[in-house]
């Protein structure tokens, strides 16, 4: 019954923008050893770059800071 309709329809055509959004859940945790880089896990393996930097040199507002531990790497994570 639907076949006649079908078999009359035209064909068009037409264009459209769309975008996008993927978001990605990512754990940073520290590393074994205070100079050992974190781990990056990301659910969609987003692609990250660390860079290790040197700790900012205390100041005497940090007088009552925890200080880092010997060897204590500062590390930058980029997404």
Do not use: E, I
């Amino acid at each position: 019954m639907t076949l006649p309709l079908l078999a009359s329809a035209g064909t068009k055509s037409a264009s459209m923008q769309v975008s996008f959004t993927v978001t990605d859940a990512c754990t940073v945790q520290a590393g074994a050893t205070a100079a050992k880089a974190p781990t990056v896990a990301c659910q969609l393996n987003a692609p990250h770059l660390m860079t290790a930097t040197q700790p900012a040199p205390a100041t005497s507002a940090d007088a009552a800071a925890v200080r880092p531990a010997a060897g204590a790497q500062d590390w930058t994570v980029y997404f």
